[in-house]
């Protein structure tokens, strides 16, 4: 059974941080891009940040600078730290593995609340 689960969310003030984790189970991630989405309310879900299994990364326009992605594979675990945090940056935030070979496989993690108010 495949399972990633996030971790890290929470409340945070404007200009503040928060480091989240996702922790996979059942897949070996070194095989896929590892990515992470949000959804805030009312919205669609939307690419925050990816990286390939070679350490590419990629990151949503609105989060470059402020934003840093990285994979520890010996761990199975992806991170996404968030610096300088706006209030826009809420919402649930899913860690997301993906693989293309002659079939395309997903995973997703349920997901962690991130709020950022004053």
């Known amino acids: 059974q495949v399972q990633l689960v996030e971790s890290g969310g929470g409340l945070v003030q404007p200009g503040g941080s928060l480091r989240l984790s996702c922790a996979a189970s059942?897949?070996?991630?070194?095989?896929?891009?590892m990515g992470w989405y949000r959804q805030a309310p009312g919205k669609q879900r939307e690419l925050v940040a990816s990286?390939?299994?070679?350490?590419?990364?990629n990151y949503g326009d609105s989060v470059k600078g402020r934003f840093t992605i990285s994979r520890d594979n010996a761990k199975n675990t992806v991170s996404l730290q968030m610096n300088s945090l706006k209030p826009e940056d809420t919402g649930v935030y899913y860690c997301?593995?993906?693989?293309?070979?002659?079939?395309?496989?997903?995973?997703w993690g349920q997901g962690t609340q991130v709020i950022v108010s004053s």
């Open positions: 059942g897949i070996t991630l070194s095989f896929y891009t």
């Open positions: 990286i390939t299994n070679n350490g590419v990364t």
């Open positions: 997301n593995a993906d693989r293309r070979t002659i079939i395309r496989t997903t995973y």
